[in-house]
């Protein structure tokens, strides 16, 4: 195989190896699919909105400096809510085979600039599961919260409801498909490379030509042989006289 391949000649391999490549691409999304389905372990996601506001006097200046001593409050919140403090009787009250740390890794929050209210996001293999310590969390946290800092400052907004509709966030089974599918197709069009320049034999003349280098006067037709046939003399059975 010639090393300087032009784009008419990659063309041409890809047509001459397009079984090959195609599959190998269909094989690559089969095992995507197969460990997509059957190996990886589903992992479901929900949420809480939980909202930290003080109680408000009439005079405006107050408000707006309760309000901005709630935003500050939110950092600290997260912090708190994901501790041992709260976890561990999470843990304790839906009796989870998990310890502090392992649910911490299991929980997430987040808040929006400016707002008073952030999200508590937990993500499980079993969906009820999942909304179970979602609230519960959320719960332990409103009512340890008041003894930890001295505050009244935090009710649920909204709590986390089982969903039968939604889906597994983990794995994506549609993206793996997708992305095996690209390796599939790079995958088989490299090998079909690898094997064109392993390919050493003259297919025609015109490897001839790049081989050495010097033009083609003539080429030999094939030549076919025609069937021989074959004369059977007659055989003549003469009769004995008596």
Do not use: C, W
Not at 1 to 29: C, P, Q, S, V, Y
Not at 146 to 174: H, K, W
Not at 203 to 231: A, H, M, Q
Request: no cysteine.
């Amino acid at each position: 195989m010639d090393e300087n391949l032009t784009l008419h000649d990659l063309i041409k391999i890809f047509k001459e190896r397009l079984l090959l490549i195609l599959l190998i691409t269909f094989l690559a999304i089969l095992v995507a699919a197969g460990i997509s389905f059957y190996l990886l372990t589903p992992v479901y996601e929900t949420s809480t909105q939980i909202l930290v506001n003080q109680n408000r006097d009439t005079s405006s200046s107050i408000d707006n400096l309760n309000i901005e001593t709630d935003l500050q409050l939110i950092n600290t919140y997260s912090v708190i809510i994901k501790s041992p403090v709260i976890l561990d009787k999470v843990i304790e009250r839906m009796n989870l085979p998990l310890s502090a740390k392992e649910l911490n890794n299991k929980i997430a929050v987040d808040s929006s600039e400016d707002s008073q209210v952030f999200n508590l996001t937990v993500k499980y293999e079993d969906p009820q599961t999942a909304v179970g310590i979602a609230n519960t969390t959320a719960q332990v946290f409103q009512t340890e919260i008041q003894t930890l800092m001295d505050v009244n400052n935090v009710s649920i907004l909204t709590p986390a409801v089982l969903d039968s509709e939604e889906g597994p966030v983990f794995p994506n089974s549609i993206l793996n498909m997708l992305m095996a599918a690209v390796v599939g197709l790079v995958l088989g069009s490299g090998i079909a490379l690898l094997l064109s320049y392993l390919d050493n034999t003259l297919k025609n003349e015109e490897d001839v030509k790049k081989l050495l280098d010097i033009p083609v006067v003539g080429t030999i037709s094939p030549i076919i042989e025609k069937e021989k046939t074959t004369f059977v003399a007659p055989v003549v059975l003469k009769r004995k006289e008596v």
